[in-house]
């Protein structure tokens, strides 16, 4: 079978520990082999608020001077925390620092983040995020790709703003969107590199026919406008429904056949990159551990031919 993309595979890492912690977690996911290391961005934990935290981009810019050769995801970047022009600053200036390793992940964001009552900042409606992030991604692209941009829409206004040093990466670093429903896969379609999902079907089938049907429609729309849908990369967040109610214990950590058959199942409907969160209960270390070191290897093998 003749991927699109060759597979690539990332861990996640909360920032919810020590820095001392976290740090050494990073460098450990390096050290295994991953392409991609990634973190979400909240203000706090928006299912614990009073647990530990660190922001996003503070944290990307650190872990880009502790290791030299994994990628850095920003595994979404909420658009209602920051102006784009900035957010295109803070990404550019992590291109930098980690030598043109950045993939910028951007999403609308959880409307049932409790950041924004804590933050005193507005939390726009789904329809709002959903406008507002077309210009969003359109300004992002253009200051990251030019060294002079002026923009004028509806919700955000750029004038004159200069970027200067230009990125590492040429163009510019790689556009992650992260989109379910249907006016965000176009926004995906027309503005990704890589199209990023997840589900919270309450079985994996379920999850992986939600996919399928997303992967249609993406195509669909990539067609739409000219696109050659083969362009896009795809990208799925292994996200297990039930891991809370089990302690922690992460349904694709359960054993190598396991992993390897759900990552067979979404290579089947077109998903090439893989994000998988470092295990929450030091028990499926070893399993993780074996993953990273044997199984992705062979997966690797076999299908980046």
Known sequence: MKLNHKLRFGAGVLPNASWKEIVKRFKYIEELGFDIEWTG????DWS????????????????????????LGSYVTQIPFRNPALLAR?????????????????GTG???????????????SNKERVARFKEYAEIVDQLLSNEVTNYKGRYYEIREAVMKPRPIQKPRPPIT?????????????????TWNSFSIGNTFEEQLEET??????????????????????????????????KGGLINYYDSEKVFVDMVRKLIDVGITEF??????REEQLPIFEKIAREVIPELKEKYNR
């Open 90 to 106: 803070q990404a550019l200036a992590v291109d930098h620092i980690s030598n043109g390793r950045l993939e910028l992940g951007l």
């Open 275 to 280: 994000l998988l969160y470092y295990p929450f």
């Open 177 to 193: 969107i992260a989109a379910i429903g249907a006016i965000m896969l176009k926004h995906a379609a027309r503005y990704a590199d």
């Open 41 to 44: 961005d909240h203000f706090v």
């Open 212 to 245: 399928r049907k997303r992967t249609q429609l993406v195509d669909k729309y990539c067609s739409d406008i000219g696109r050659d849908p083969s362009s896009l990369r795809r990208s799925y967040l292994m996200y297990d429904v039930g891991a809370r109610t």
């Open 48 to 71: 614990r608020p009073n647990d530990p935290w660190f922001e996003l981009w503070t944290l990307l810019a650190a872990i880009a001077v502790e290791t030299t050769r994994i990628r």
């Open 110 to 124: 959880n409307l049932i983040d409790p950041a924004y009552e804590i933050m005193g900042i507005p939390n726009w």
